[in-house]
Every structure is written in structure tokens, then in C-alpha cells.
């Protein structure tokens, strides 16, 4: 009698385990979706920051004789804003750029990524040229070593060429009193 009642007791702990284990996965997938809902997804960290940017070498959009290189974006602070002709968001964040280039001490460096030469270039002489210098990459060479994947994307520059903060979305006047105006500033006062 006491081996009968050994086996009959085992399967009804393996029915208990066997229903916990789809409830474990639940609350399990629960947890990670409200992680995931309660994260901002402009606010995606770029291995990139507090790194050197990527080599590179791109023509200038508005001047192709010249080029735009990394070696433009040491000696002063930079912001590197990625936009095309094409991107709704880069077209809401003009106006802000517009109000930014006419700030001192630092540069707006235009990266315009997946375009038309064409295009990009009559939208800026229709809307005005926010960029010191516009560097062209049509098919995403440059972008990629970026971590680009959308516009716009704008990184803050030091003045030795280290990447120090990347945001993902259109900059307003928000952003820019918020996040960017602190840092650029915090970075004006290292000298």
C-alpha cells in the first residue's frame, strides 16, 4: 500500500509543475513587455558615445569639389544632424536648425543620408542652408559606421572628435533647452 501511494502522489506533482510552467512564461513575457512599453524608443544608447566618430570622407552636397571628413569635426564642438529631402521629421526640426547655426562657438554638420543630390539641394535653397558644411551619402557608407538607421538623428561632437550624446527624433525647442543647450554648453565651458 505504501508504493501505491508513492506513485499516485508523483504524477500530481508533475501536473502541478507541469501547469506552472506556461504561467512562468506569461508573467515572464508580461515583465519584458511592460519593460519595453516603459522605455522611451528615441532614447536608444549608441555604443558610439564616448567614442571617436568613424573615419570618413564625403563630398560636399553643395559644393562637390569639396568634402566633409572627420577631421572637419575636431577643433570645435559639432552638431552632426542626419536629414534628407524626403524625411518629414527632418522638415519639422528645420526651423530649429535654422535658429541653432545662428548660435557661436560650435558648427551644424549636416550628414544627408539615402537622398537625391537634387532634391536635398533645392530643399535647402528653398528653406535655407542650416549647415556649415552638408556631407552627401546617398547609399548609407558613411551612415552606417554612424549606427545611423532613421532620420533624423543628430550626435553632439567635442572638440576632439569624440562622440558625446546621440539623440533619435526631430530637435525642437525643447530638446534643445533640455538636452543639447546643457551639454553644448557644458562642453563650451571645458574649453
Not at 567635442?158 to 562642453?187: C, F, S
Request: glycine letters at 8%; one cysteine or more.
Amino acid at each position: 500500500m505504501g508504493a501505491a501511494s508513492t506513485a499516485s502522489s508523483t504524477p500530481a506533482s508533475h501536473r502541478v509543475l507541469v501547469a506552472l510552467v506556461p504561467l512562468a512564461l506569461f508573467i515572464a513575457l508580461v515583465a519584458l513587455l511592460a519593460f519595453g512599453l516603459g522605455n522611451d524608443p528615441r532614447k536608444v544608447p549608441s555604443p558610439l558615445v564616448g567614442k571617436p566618430v568613424p573615419v570618413f570622407s564625403l563630398p560636399e552636397l553643395t559644393d562637390p569639389g569639396r568634402s566633409v571628413s572627420d577631421t572637419d569635426l575636431k577643433g570645435t564642438i559639432s552638431l552632426v544632424n542626419v536629414w534628407a529631402s524626403w524625411c518629414g521629421s527632418c522638415r519639422a526640426e528645420h526651423q530649429a536648425l535654422m535658429a541653432l547655426s545662428e548660435i557661436p562657438d560650435f558648427q551644424v554638420v549636416g550628414l544627408n543620408w539615402k537622398d537625391d543630390a537634387e532634391n536635398a539641394t533645392q530643399v535647402l535653397r528653398l528653406t535655407g542652408n542650416p549647415y556649415d558644411m552638408n556631407g552627401y551619402d546617398p547609399d548609407n557608407s558613411v551612415g552606417i559606421h554612424w549606427g545611423v538607421y532613421g532620420a533624423p538623428e543628430t550626435f553632439v561632437v567635442d572638440r576632439k572628435g569624440i562622440i558625446r550624446y546621440k539623440h533619435i527624433g526631430p530637435i525642437d525647442r525643447t530638446v534643445w533647452e533640455e538636452t543639447l543647450q546643457p551639454l553644448v554648453a557644458e562642453l563650451q565651458a571645458e574649453g
